[in-house]
């Protein structure tokens, strides 16, 4: 098992930049991806970017790369997501999610994918 609990969502305004973090433990070397996703009100789950968890390889979603920022400190079992030029429109339920490859082999842009989830931290932008 891998718990993981993210952290840093808030209410912020438009054109600030946030720095979303996820805290995995458990069985963390058995982690392969870790992923960001997002899902705002009556919207489905988002993929946003996913990294390998030893390779640092990064993956965003079109038009996410630029402005939002996948990293991991796999020394800390930390994942981060840094949000720039936040705007309205981002608002959403982030959560960051794990894989350890021996799940389902759906695309790993694809919730599907991953094995284990944290409960979300809430990001409101306001204009």
């Known amino acids: 098992q891998v718990q993981l609990v993210e952290s840093g969502g808030g209410l912020v305004q438009a054109g600030d930049s946030l720095s979303l973090s996820c805290r995995l433990s458990?069985?963390?070397?058995?982690?392969?991806?870790a992923a960001w996703f997002r899902q705002a009100p009556e919207k489905e789950r988002e993929f946003v970017a996913f990294?390998?968890?030893?390779?640092?390889?990064?993956e965003y979603a079109g038009g996410m790369q630029g402005r939002f920022t996948i990293s991991r400190d796999n020394v800390k079992n930390m994942g981060y997501l840094q949000v720039d030029s936040l705007k309205p429109e981002d608002s959403a339920v982030y959560y960051c999610?794990?894989?350890?490859?021996?799940?389902?082999?759906?695309?790993?842009?694809?919730?599907?994918?991953?094995?284990?989830w944290g409960q979300g931290t809430q990001v409101i932008v306001s204009s």
């Open positions: 999610a794990a894989s350890t490859g021996y799940g389902p082999s759906d695309p790993a842009t694809t919730s599907a994918h991953y094995d284990y």
């Open positions: 458990g069985r963390t070397w058995y982690i392969r991806l």
């Open positions: 990294i390998g968890w030893n390779s640092g390889i990064t």
